[in-house]
């Protein structure tokens, strides 16, 4: 059964910083494409870093220079390093594993930043 549990949301004031982890089970991590999207209320499901089973990471324009992704193989977890954070980061994060066609999401972490 594949899992992934995320944890390390909260609330933070603008200009802090946040550490989001994501555990999985049930999947062979290292081969596996894994990803960080957000979703804030009203807005559609956005992508914010991904990393590749080889190691390499993009992000999307808004968040560049303040996130960073990073992958531990041997812990099966992946993390979002969340600095400089801003009011409009405030979202439900999510963790995405991603192998081919196959997809799968874990429940999600609440971030809020207060202006």
């Known amino acids: 059964q594949v899992q992934l549990v995320e944890s390390g949301g909260g609330l933070v004031q603008s200009g802090g910083s946040l550490r989001l982890s994501c555990a999985t089970s049930g999947i062979i991590f290292r081969l596996y494409h894994m990803g960080w999207y957000r979703q804030a209320p009203g807005k559609q499901r956005e992508l914010v870093a991904q990393?590749?089973?080889?190691?390499?990471?993009n992000y999307a324009d808004s968040v560049k220079g303040r996130f960073t992704i990073s992958r531990d193989n041997a812990k099966n977890t992946v993390y979002l390093q969340m600095d400089n954070l801003k009011p409009e980061d405030t979202a439900v994060y999510y963790c995405?594993?991603?192998?081919?066609?196959?997809?799968?999401w874990g429940q999600g972490t609440q971030v809020t930043v207060s202006s």
């Open positions: 990393i590749t089973s080889g190691g390499n990471s």
């Open positions: 995405n594993a991603r192998l081919g066609l196959s997809s799968t």
